[in-house]
Every structure is written in C-alpha cells, then in structure tokens.
C-alpha cells in the first residue's frame, strides 16, 4: 500500500514529535536517542521562572493572598456572633459574591478568607450601631460549593469545567453535621485534569490565572515533578491560560497532578489470531492506557505483536494522531517486527496522545492467503452459479 501522506514534513521529525519521522534504512546511520533533543530544539525560551522568596516557585503580583481556603459563590459558611443568637446561623455565599446577614449590608465574601470575612463584619456591626466595640465572631466553612472555572491554551480539551462538586450518594454525613470543611476538588490541579491535563508543549513556567480584573503568573514545575505541592483553590469565575512553548517536551509525557489521568485510544483489532474486539478484550469505542505509553507498548496492549513467526508476525501498524498546536492530523505507518530488533527504538517510537486512534494490518502471507481464501470461495460460488 501507499505510505500514508501527510502536510507535516513528519520523515525529517518537522511533526509534533520527532518519534513520527521515518526510521532509517539501518540502525548505524544515525546517533541513538536523539529524538528529545530535536523536540527542545525549537522550543521558545519560557516565559517565567522567577522565584518568589515567601511562596517558593510561584511568582508575580501578591501571590500570597492566593494561597489557603477562599470563599466562593453559594459556599456555606456557620456564622458565630457572641452572644447574638439572631445573627448566629448558616448562610449561602449569593450569587453576587457578598454574604447577607439580617440588617446589615452586604459583606463581600468572593475571594476572601474567613478572617477577612470575620473582620469586615465586626466592622459592619459597629457601623451600623449594634456593638460599641468589635465583636467576638467566627465563620467557618461547612460545605465547598462547586465552581465553574475557564481553562485555555495548551490543555488537551480547553473549555470551561466545573470542579469540587460531590455527589449526594458521595458525602459524608459526619463531616456535613461538623464545624468546618476542606476540599481537594476545588485546587488549581483539578482544574487542569478536568480540562484534559496539560500538553507536551505547555509552559509550565508561566501558568496565569485570571482573577477579578488581575492576572497571576504562577510557576507549576515544582507542582508537576512533585518538588512543590502548593496547589491554590479556585473561585467560580476564575480564567486558567496555559501558554505553549509551540515544541513536544519529552520530560511532560509522565503521570503528574496535571497530566491527563490517562490516554483513551480508539483502535480497530481485527487481525489474526483475534477474531475480533471483544475477544481481543478490546471496548465498544475505545481502551484506555496510561499516560506516557508509547506506541509500541499501545500495540502490544491491542494484540497486535506475536503469533506464527512464518505467517503472521511481520504485522504493520498505524497511528493516527493530530498535531495540538496546528490542527494538522498526521499518520504514522510502522512494521512492528523491524521496528521491536532495532537499537534504536525509540528514536521512532512516539508517543500516544489523548484521542489517537491505532490500526492493525495483518503480514504478508496471511494477506495473500486471505487473499487465496476469497478466490476459493468466489470460484466455489461460481461452479454452484453454473450447476
């Protein structure tokens, strides 16, 4: 057949990965693994990288004020005044982001702490002449609403996701009925996995996060390689943008907080010795594998290495994918046995991204006789035809 044709010059590794060009005709041609190097090589220079001294690798504008719990729209919080029982009760972050208590204005309560919260209402009670003196007051967070939060750029499904939600059939009643609450579900990690996780080409570096009228400029390295676990807590309203660094960076394609849980694959598994997808334990529409396999791995995954060495070994392999950065789809074509006996492997083993599809095509010698079989069964019909 053919060689699949594509717009990206994917034979001189000008695709999204090196690994997609073309292997050469003998293993002696060229240096072992230097594919990661032709992927940095057109990296742009990243964008951040500065060090902040008071919250370790997050930098830019007042950095600090983003780091513990924040309230959000519709968070329910317990209201303790001392020694008022009338404005001692639960209440519901509103939807303009203020907290309502009876005969006061309303407390701006998006984005605060509870100590802030506490101390703008001691505030306010004395403004409106109910104590002399600040007040004693405690407001605790008893349940983390969930928030909407836009996620853009180098992410593998950009859009705008809803993180922290639990399900009823998932809460906890001992922890409903106590003072207090905390969340997980509503860090900026969640926020990236929900959106797909980020790209091989992402700036980690320079992560911004878009918050009421200002941008932050956060560093997430520390967070990926598990150097730096400050992970802030997401408001509804807030903008994540993840810029890209326009090359495939190697170092990015393994399990992380913000990498894609895992790699769906479509795959279509029809060749011999498998009889078809269900018993190749292949699903309806996809498989999922984890994320950093490459393709030879997905290959061995689908059943599609092995079998009779003399007719059914020598099996080819396709892997359809899509560059992120361009919207270009590119086609890979592999002779599995040549490319498992050479040395250099992995210069030409690329890996697989959310969304890939793999095809399997059987040998030579099963095609031919595939091939002896279907002129059996025509010729056979034609004497039944002529009788």
């Not at 969640?190 to 009421?212: F, K, T």
Request: proline fraction near 5%; hydrophobic fraction near 35%.
């Amino acid at each position: 057949m053919k060689t699949p044709a594509n717009i990206e010059e994917v034979s001189r590794g000008a695709g999204y990965q090196a690994q997609y060009r073309a292997t050469s005709q003998t293993d002696n041609e060229t240096a072992f693994l230097q594919s990661a190097s032709m992927n940095t090589a057109n990296c742009r220079p990243e964008i951040g990288g500065g060090r902040n001294s008071d919250i370790g690798k997050w930098s830019g504008p007042s950095l600090n004020s983003l780091l513990g719990e924040k309230l959000s729209r519709n968070d329910l919080v317990q209201v303790t005044v001392d020694g008022d029982e009338l404005l001692s009760k639960a209440y519901v972050v509103s939807r303009d982001g203020n907290l309502k208590l009876p005969y006061l204005p309303p407390i701006p309560a998006q984005g605060r702490s509870t100590a802030e919260v506490e101390a703008a209402l001691a505030q306010a009670l004395v403004a409106e002449n109910f104590y002399e003196t600040l007040p004693r007051i405690a407001v605790r967070i008893t349940d983390f609403a969930s928030v909407s939060v836009g996620v853009v750029g180098a992410v593998f499904e950009p859009h705008a996701v809803e993180i922290g939600g639990v399900q009823g059939d998932a809460m906890d009643t001992g922890r409903q009925q106590a003072m207090g609450a905390s969340t997980e579900g509503r860090n900026l990690s969640a926020a990236l996995r929900a959106a797909g996780g980020v790209r091989p080409d992402a700036d980690l570096s320079a992560v911004e996060l878009h918050r009421q009228g200002r941008i932050y400029q956060m560093d997430l390295r520390g967070v990926f390689d598990g150097t730096d676990p400050t992970d802030i807590m997401m408001l509804t309203g807030d903008k994540i943008v993840v810029k890209s660094r326009m090359c495939f960076q190697d170092n990015l394609m393994r399990p992380s907080p913000i990498s894609p849980p895992g790699v769906s694959l479509y795959l279509s598994n029809l060749t011999q010795p498998a009889t078809g997808n269900a018993p190749s334990a292949i699903g309806r529409e996809s498989r999922q594998v984890p994320y950093g396999t490459r393709f030879m791995q997905a290959v061995v995954n689908t059943n599609c290495v092995g079998g009779a060495k003399t007719t059914n070994a020598n099996r080819s392999a396709v892997l359809f994918s899509r560059n992120p950065v361009t919207g270009v789809s590119v086609v890979i074509e592999r002779r599995i046995e040549n490319l498992l006996r050479r040395g250099d492997r992995d210069d030409y083993d690329p890996y697989v991204l959310p969304g890939d599809a793999i095809a399997c095509y059987d040998s030579a010698v099963t095609s031919v006789a595939e091939i002896g079989r279907v002129i059996g069964t025509i010729g056979a019909a034609t004497l039944l035809l002529n009788d």
